[in-house]
């Protein structure tokens, strides 16, 4: 089984920044793709910024010029780095990994973490 864990979210004033983290263990065979979700209340889970196995990543034009998405030292785990943060950009985020296991090397499969908060207000 695969776990995922987001941290780093909390309240910040309008322009400010915040770090996420999120950190996926478990019998991971091969990585894919790691990347951020989020959801406003009354909204759909959007897109927000993904980065693939061999480095190369893509962010929703939303948040372009303003987020980043880097690697972290240890094995899959992914950063978002949130610059000029917006009130729009209140929402739940969540990190995704699109990974193979151990028991199944074959087959692809979407792994979700719980989520955290990110409140954007003054």
């Known amino acids: 089984q695969v776990q995922v864990v987001e941290s780093g979210g909390g309240l910040v004033q309008p322009g400010g920044s915040l770090r996420l983290s999120c950190a996926a263990s478990?019998?991971?065979?091969?990585?894919?793709?790691m990347g951020w979700y989020r959801q406003a209340p009354g909204n759909q889970r959007e897109f927000v910024a993904t980065?693939?196995?061999?480095?190369?990543?893509n962010y929703s034009n939303s948040v372009k010029g303003r987020f980043s998405i880097s690697r972290g030292m240890a094995k899959n785990t992914v950063y978002l780095q949130m610059n000029s943060l917006k009130p729009e950009d209140t929402a739940v985020y969540y990190c995704k990994i699109i990974c193979t296991s151990v028991q199944r090397p074959g087959t692809s499969t979407d792994y979700w973490g719980q989520g955290t908060q990110v409140t954007v207000s003054s």
């Open positions: 478990g019998s991971i065979f091969s990585t894919e793709v």
């Open positions: 980065m693939t196995g061999d480095g190369s990543t």
